[in-house]
């Protein structure tokens, strides 16, 4: 089963930077997609960047185009989520995943993105930017 474990969260200024880590228990290439999601209490989880193996394709959300960025070093198996520019509403519980099998990252949406149990989850690390 995939472990996942968060770091990188903490309190920062708008206007600064962050990078958010995620150690794998598997080697990450075997993953067929993984991403970070985040979520505030009274809003739906949202998707902020994910990467597709195969491809080597990565994806942001609309909120977060041009300030962050993902990338794995796959020598580590480790995820990162580079946050710049970081503004108040960034502020989240930031979590990362991995999708269970290829079927799960797949589907129309993605299954991954819909369902939560279509995914490895870590526990989270917490992000909170003051204005």
């Known amino acids: 089963q995939v472990q996942l474990m968060e770091s990188g969260g903490g309190s920062v200024q708008a206007g600064g930077a962050l990078r958010l880590s995620c150690a794998v228990s598997?080697?990450?290439?075997?993953?067929?997609?993984m991403g970070w999601f985040r979520q505030v209490p009274g809003k739906e989880r949202e998707n902020v960047a994910r990467?597709?193996?195969?491809?080597?394709?990565?994806y942001y959300g609309d909120a977060v185009k041009g300030r962050f960025t993902i990338s794995r070093d796959i020598a580590k198996n480790t995820l990162y989520l580079q946050m710049n520019s970081l503004k108040f509403e960034d502020s989240a519980m930031y979590y990362c995943?991995?999708?269970?099998?290829?079927?799960?990252?797949?589907?129309?949406?993605?299954?991954?993105?819909?369902?939560?149990?279509?995914?490895?989850w870590g526990q989270g690390t917490q992000v909170t930017v003051s204005s």
């Open positions: 990467v597709y193996t195969n491809s080597g394709a990565t």
């Open positions: 995943a991995a999708g269970r099998s290829p079927v799960a990252c797949g589907g129309k949406p993605p299954q991954w993105l819909a369902d939560p149990k279509s995914a490895y």
């Open positions: 598997e080697y990450i290439n075997s993953i067929a997609c």
